[in-house]
């Protein structure tokens, strides 16, 4: 009977496995029809200079809106786009939005375009998808960030290497997102010349409540300024953590503290305000 019992739990697990195959196949499928055509969006997300007022740059976060599953998750979709190829049109798609959109704000304000390691399989065709985003949209490259995580450099590092110099050389920023997550971020530092450090929300988070999280993002900091990098803080969601911030020196701040990620349109409202006003609403 117990035997008959774990044939029938067997079968059940096949049956299982064959709707979580079945449902990814429908995701994979979606996907690849929301690409070609554009149903994704971008919603974007100030980051704000340590005043706390002034814009300095808007990230272009990924968003599917789909059609049964409501609003799904970058950090879901952007993997299963790494597998199935779509990568590289997801890429393309982004930065050509993201730089057309960027180039109606205000001067002063850049934008940030995420870019997966897997994009850098293909130099030639990054390099020539970013030169065409800024030539058609006209944005200044000097306004345009480029945001890529340690595993850029860990992986095939020479060519990656050179390949982020010669988008450097295009007049761009290229910022490194997420610091201290990966294994030996520090010698990334001196392996290429980045103008950005961006640290992750896991270390801004334990701000106030672990002694060690303040004494490395004030490490951080001060090696940022020595080497002239900008330094970020992410995820910033409480004033006591702004505070904190400013005491360690941190250059820009981006959390919900000081906006959600918006929509286009809503994000254009949002800097003619801050125009208007000379500084942001805080949000909490
Ligand atoms: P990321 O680049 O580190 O982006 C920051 C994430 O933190 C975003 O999550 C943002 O919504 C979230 N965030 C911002 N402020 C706060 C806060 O105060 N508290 C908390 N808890 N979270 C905050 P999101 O939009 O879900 O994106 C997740 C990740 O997906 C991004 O992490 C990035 O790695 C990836 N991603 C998003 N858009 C793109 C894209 O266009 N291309 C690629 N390759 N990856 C993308
Ligand atoms: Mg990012
Ligand atoms: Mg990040
Ligand atoms: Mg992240």
């Known amino acids: 009977r117990a035997k008959a019992e774990g044939r ?15 449902a990814r196949r429908h995701l994979e499928h979606d996907l690849r029809q929301a690409v070609c055509t554009d149903a ?8 704000v200079g340590i005043d706390g007022g002034t814009v300095t740059v808007c990230e272009a976060l990924l968003r599917w809106p789909h059609p049964q599953r409501g609003w799904i998750s970058p950090a879901e979709f952007v ?9 590289g049109a997801l890429g393309e798609w ?9 180039a109606l704000w205000p001067d002063g304000v850049k934008v ?5 390691p897997m994009q850098f399989r293909d130099p030639e065709a ?3 998808t970013v030169t065409e985003a800024l030539d058609r949209s006209g944005l200044a490259p000097g306004r345009l960030e480029l945001e890529i995580t340690e595993s850029v450099l860990l992986a095939d590092s020479e060519a990656n290497v050179a390949a982020l110099r010669r988008l450097k050389a295009l007049g761009l920023r290229i910022a490194m997102d997420d610091f201290g997550t990966g294994y030996s971020s520090l010698s990334y530092l001196h392996r290429f010349p980045f103008d950005k450090i961006k640290i992750d929300q896991s270390f801004v988070r334990e701000l106030g409540v672990s002694r060690h ?5 004030q490490a951080v900091t001060s090696l940022g300024r020595s080497l002239g990098i900008t330094t970020v803080a992410e995820g910033v969601e409480t004033a006591e953590q702004f505070d904190l911030l400013r005491q360690a020196g941190c250059d820009e701040a981006q959390g919900y503290l000081f906006a959600q990620p918006m929509p286009a349109g809503e994000l254009q409202a949002f800097l003619g305000r801050k125009a208007g006003s000379g500084s942001i609403p805080r949000a909490a």
Do not use: K, T, W
């Open 8 to 22: 029938r739990r067997f079968r059940f697990f096949e049956y299982d496995m064959d709707a979580s195959l079945q």
């Open 40 to 47: 994704l969006a971008i919603h974007y997300q100030p980051l």
């Open 79 to 87: 993997p299963l786009a790494e597998e199935i190829g779509l990568i």
């Open 94 to 102: 982004v930065l050509e939005r993201a730089c057309r959109e960027a």
């Open 112 to 116: 940030a375009v995420n870019l997966s």
């Open 126 to 128: 990054l390099l020539r």
């Open 213 to 217: 999280c303040s004494a490395i993002i």
